[in-house]
């Protein structure tokens, strides 16, 4: 069948004009969790002479959870169980009604993220960890990946309980296997730690080579690395940062608690140690992100300094119209950052200048049915540029595309696919990639297309 594609050329007059870098420093927010500490004086009086765990026994060892059938040792390690001599107990959110449940009570052994699983089972599973019997489900997994055995990722606080839930799914039984295991990599959790914090990649493994910043810029194949936890207390715009005299420190941020599964939302590169290296997400409460912290000329000491933005810096700032030109000016300072250049760069008298941008988002059109949408971003520019898109529409997603131009007529484009009927939110970053006195205005605009195949 014949293609019959639609294509727009856009020609963009480039407007020369300056104006002033303004840096804006995050606010320093502290990350660190309200005293919750419980008084555990003891004002009791012993009149049993028991040792309080209602067993009996005096020994201390008594189920925390009334209903539990078993318990895994120690906090890790597997238990095995017959599923098809159970009864259904328990509801689940991602299970199947009339499912036999093999409840296992689980206590924290330390503050860290566990990994709860199904693997070794004979049967199609489902996994849930509750508060209670009966109660706040506090996640639910059915079919980790590709396979029947399902998974769930969670932090727990040291000493605190949960009731882990195996059952099977559309009436599958047999013998279940729970296990639980400490998440490995990332190795640190620095959640709620006062900022900035001294750490260092000698005695690390090198795991990853990370590669970030222009092309052809080296990475970090061959010296050690750090990676770490972060889950974001309050909603915000969150800068993490890492210096050193050390080395030239690349970072990447990505989202989930685990290295192994990680999915990259963005990188950066220090132009030189001192300068820093950052990525800038928008996080949700309680959403967490790993950072692994790799040296491209070395290793050694290093800051890790993690803020949150203040609540009136907006992210997006402006709102692409579609098939409209527009001229904006680099005056807001900068925002985010790119992964194929720097955020900041020594300006001309040798001083630390952050390079400027400007964030904008738009909406895609929906697509026909049978065809194949894709929105085209253009810019002109006088001036060195970086362009790139994140997923969605709130400065919170993954990095698409990052390709630096400019000084050229047409200058830099990004072309995204469009694959929703509904249409697709869209984040657009335009930086400023050199410090030249100031950066001249620029102009920006979208199109969206659409390819369908041709009736006979």
Not at 209 to 214: D, E, N, Q, T
Not at 301 to 321: K, N
Not at 389 to 411: F, S
Request: overall charge negative; glycine content about 14%; charged content about 20%.
């Amino acid at each position: 069948m014949a293609l019959r594609c639609v294509f727009a050329l856009l020609a963009f007059a480039a407007l020369a004009a300056c104006s002033s870098i303004v840096g804006i420093e995050d606010a320093r927010i502290d990350e660190s969790p309200p005293d919750t500490t419980a008084d555990t004086t003891d004002t009791t009086a012993d009149t049993t002479g028991g040792d309080g765990d209602g067993d009996g026994d005096g020994d201390g060892d008594g189920p925390v959870f009334a209903c539990s059938q078993d318990q895994v040792e120690d906090g890790l390690g597997t238990v095995m169980a017959d599923q098809e001599v159970a009864s259904d107990d328990e509801m689940l959110s991602c299970g199947t009604p009339m499912a036999n449940d093999v409840l296992v009570e689980w206590t924290a052994p330390v503050t860290d993220f566990f990994v709860f699983d199904t693997f070794g089972s004979g049967f199609d599973t489902v996994i849930a960890l509750k508060d209670d019997c009966g109660g706040a489900e506090l996640g639910c997994n059915n079919n980790a990946g590709e396979g029947a055995q399902s998974e769930l990722i969670r932090r727990f606080e040291r000493g605190e309980s949960a009731l882990i839930v195996a059952e099977g799914f559309g009436g599958d039984s047999g013998q279940v296997q729970v296990n639980v295991s400490r998440v490995e990599c990332p190795q640190t959790d620095v959640s709620g730690q006062p900022f900035p914090l001294e750490q260092n990649t000698v005695g690390g493994g090198d795991d990853f080579a990370l590669g970030c910043g222009p092309a052809g810029a080296p990475t970090g194949d061959g010296f050690a690395d750090r990676a770490f936890h972060f889950t974001a207390r309050d909603p915000g715009l969150y800068t993490f940062e890492v210096t050193s005299d050390a080395f030239r420190p690349v970072i990447e941020l990505f989202d989930g608690p685990r290295c192994s599964d990680r999915q990259t939302l963005t990188c950066g590169l220090a132009d030189r140690g001192d300068l820093g290296a950052f990525a800038v997400r928008r996080l949700e409460a309680g959403q967490t992100v790993g950072l692994i912290v790799d040296g491209v000329d070395g290793e050694g000491a290093f800051t890790l300094d993690i803020r949150r933005a203040p609540p009136e810096r907006a992210c997006p700032q402006v709102t692409l119209a579609i098939d409209a030109l527009e001229t904006f000016s680099f005056d807001q300072g900068r925002t985010l950052a790119p992964s194929c250049g720097f955020a900041r760069r020594l300006s001309p008298i040798i001083t630390p200048e952050e390079l400027p941008d400007r964030v904008f988002t738009f909406t895609s059109e929906g697509v026909s049915p049978g065809c194949d949408g894709f929105c085209d971003v253009f810019v002109d520019s006088p001036g060195g540029i970086h362009l790139y898109a994140l997923e969605g529409g709130d400065c919170g997603g993954r990095e698409l595309e990052c390709i630096t131009g400019g000084m050229t007529v047409p200058g830099p484009r990004l072309q995204l696919d469009n694959p929703e009927p509904g249409g697709f939110e869209f984040t657009v970053v335009v930086s400023d990639a050199a410090v030249d006195g100031g950066p001249p205005d620029f102009d920006i605009g979208v199109m969206c297309l659409q390819a369908c195949a041709a009736t006979q």
